[in-house]
């Protein structure tokens, strides 16, 4: 019963600026973090951010860090990633991870 869908991806160019949202169902309150995962097709999945649940910390990888954010709207049970200054290298399909589930993922395309 536990679903994660993920939406926002898309195409744009180098710099611009996309925002994911990953919509839940499903997740019970003993849960320990929420995640963006991303995977370039032959490449392993990486970690791109977390959020801790309970105290709300904020985890990022250094290849995105000060420029992507992850945040929670828990009333819309959606989590976000906000992507700023997008390079050609954030190209991937992008996961959500919650409730050890994952969604099927949303493709982000950065030209140069």
């Known amino acids: 019963q536990v679903q994660l869908v993920e939406s926002g991806g898309g195409l744009v160019q180098s710099g611009g600026s996309l925002r994911l949202s990953c919509v839940t169902s499903?997740?019970?309150?003993?849960?320990?973090?929420i995640a963006w995962f991303r995977q370039v097709p032959g490449k392993q999945r990486e970690g791109v951010s977390c959020?801790?649940?309970?105290?709300?910390?904020?985890y990022y990888a250094a290849s995105v860090e000060g420029r992507f954010t992850i945040s929670r709207d828990n009333a819309k049970n959606t989590v976000y990633l906000q992507m700023n200054s997008l390079k050609p290298e954030d190209t991937a399909v992008y996961y959500c991870n919650g409730m050890q589930s994952w969604g099927q993922g949303t493709q982000v395309t950065v030209s140069s």
């Open positions: 499903g997740f019970t309150y003993d849960y320990y973090a």
């Open positions: 959020l801790s649940v309970g105290d709300e910390k904020t």
